[in-house]
């Protein structure tokens, strides 16, 4: 369940990637969906059947990588499903990782799905933001641990449908401990800022 390597294809990457983008835009649509009932329970129907034509594929095995600390390509690979960053979990929105000098960036705009007060990104969709972004951060350097804490100032309201860039880079490293920091810019502007603690340590032995 836990594999740290795949022989996945290309090809095969495509098509899971494609099927968790369609399931986003699917869940998305739901939010906003104000259709006649029998529409809806047509759409049920047709979900019922893509069910049940999965689930004769559904192992203890994932396709790809649970987690690839080699990746050197799209960060976001580091861990294909998770459920912040992932590009093969539709709960994930399509947040994109790079590297730009000393810092990691995340770059995203949120829907519907994640609004917590009205036309706002929820807190909660937030501090996954930070505690993924952050924890990639210590893995690119090749160090991955749990978070012992992390503690996030809200300065001000994050807007749903705008382009929001999250910046995370280590600030100190001793022993086994990293502390990496963070904010969150909206047209050059600072709404949220955040830091967190990380101890290193084999996660996949337990
Ligand atoms: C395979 C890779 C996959 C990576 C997945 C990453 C996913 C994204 C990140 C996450 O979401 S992780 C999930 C949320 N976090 C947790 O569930 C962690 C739960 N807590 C724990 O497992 C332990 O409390 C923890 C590993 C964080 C620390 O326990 P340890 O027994 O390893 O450490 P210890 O308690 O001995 O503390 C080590 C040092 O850190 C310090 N420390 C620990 N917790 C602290 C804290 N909260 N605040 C300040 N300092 C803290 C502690 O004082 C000590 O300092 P010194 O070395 O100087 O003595």
Known sequence: MHNTNSDASDEHRQ???KLSGHLRN???QSIVLNAPDKVITDINKQLATI???????????????YYNPNVR???NDIQPYSAVSGHYNALAAPIKFEQQQDKLIGRVKYGRAYEGPPNCVHGAIIAGV???LMAIAGMATGKAGPTAYLNIDY?????LFEALEFQAWISLERDNKI????QCLVQGEVVTSSEALFIVKALLNK
């Not at 069910?51 to 994932?62: C, F, H, L, S």
């Not at 300065?155 to 807007?159: D, G, L």
């Not at 502390?179 to 963070?182: D, H, L, Q, R």
Request: net charge negative; glycine share 6%; charged share 30%.
């Open 15 to 17: 098509v899971l990637k």
């Open 26 to 28: 699917i869940i998305e």
């Open 51 to 65: 069910e049940t034509i999965m689930q004769p594929y559904v192992t203890d095995k994932r396709a790809l990588e």
């Open 73 to 75: 390509g799209d960060l």
């Open 130 to 132: 930070y505690d993924q």
């Open 155 to 159: 300065h001000k309201p994050t807007p």
């Open 179 to 182: 502390i990496v920091k963070g």
